[in-house]
């Protein structure tokens, strides 16, 4: 049987009377491509939030490669392997493209309170952000200030910034939103052509995108798991046509 990478069990997350995520249990497998959709507002990313450490959940257990991470710090999550990318443009637009990814791996490392050297003295640092950059297609970039790139060459940022650290597990929160078609189609690629070592839990709104991507697929609605299945149960799901397409 495959080994699990990820499992939660009755995760919830409460903000005041709202409860955004209500008691979800799933189990992600290594390797795997899980894609979760549902309505806004269902509670996407706040569940991401918990995976990740931004957000503590107020009840439930997470284990990540059968460790308890549940109340672990963000930080330490990160080391431990997990990686994202936000819902919201994440870079430093007064920065190149070099110099985020540089920020990103000096962030992770023992010695980053040397920041005040050069960064590309400290050895091994620009090499390894060039072949960051060159994995999303953006090697002839790096000097580029990060305001002056296409929105689309952002997201291509964002998703090495969410690589620097070799996250086994990758959690992506709409890398497609706002894209223009062939932009989508392109960062889309790139993320299909990532390869299976990274198991990927992927927030995706475009139907055609998430199925396209995806092993299986969970269906969050009002915080709950309705449905769990591969691309054609949800596809044929009454309940989930109703909710997520809005027609019976
Ligand atoms: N920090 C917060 N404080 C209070 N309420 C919040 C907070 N974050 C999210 N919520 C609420 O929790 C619910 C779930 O929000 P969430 O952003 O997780 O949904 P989502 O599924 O990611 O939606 P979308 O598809 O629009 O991104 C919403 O009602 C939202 O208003
Ligand atoms: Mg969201």
Redesign the pocket.
């Known amino acids: 049987m495959a080994q699990v990478i990820l499992s939660l069990s009755n995760v919830s997350k409460v903000?005041?009377g709202?409860r955004?995520?209500d008691q979800v249990s799933l189990q992600v497998t290594i390797g795997e491509r899980r894609v979760l959709i549902?309505?806004?507002?269902?509670?996407?990313?706040?569940?991401f939030h918990c995976i990740s450490g931004t957000?503590h959940a107020s009840a439930g257990k997470i284990l990540y490669l059968g460790r308890d991470i549940t109340h672990l710090h963000e930080f330490d999550r990160t080391i431990l392997g997990i990686g994202r990318t936000f819902?919201i443009s994440s870079v430093l637009v007064d920065l190149t493209v070099l110099e985020n990814i540089v920020l990103a791996i000096l962030g992770i490392q023992k010695n980053k309170w040397q920041i005040w050297r050069h960064y590309l003295k400290i050895k091994g640092v620009e090499s390894k952000a060039l072949a960051q950059l060159g994995q999303v297609g953006l090697q002839g970039q790096a000097d580029v200030f990060v305001k002056n790139l296409s929105y689309g060459e952002r997201r291509q940022l964002e998703l090495a910034l969410a690589l620097v650290n070799n996250p086994q597990l990758l959690l992506l929160d709409?890398p497609c939103a706002g894209l223009s078609p062939s932009e989508r189609k392109n960062l889309f690629n790139l993320i299909k052509s990532l390869p299976r070592s990274i198991t990927m839990l992927m927030?995706e709104?475009d139907m055609d995108v998430a199925l396209g991507l995806a092993d299986r697929v969970t269906v969050?609605h009002q915080?709950r798991v309705i449905l769990e299945g591969d691309s054609d149960e949800v596809r044929q799901n009454p309940q989930v046509r109703e909710i997520y397409f809005g027609q019976a």
């Open positions: 903000f005041g709202l955004a995520v549902g309505p806004n507002g269902a509670g996407k990313t706040s569940l957000h819902q709409e927030i709104h969050l915080g």
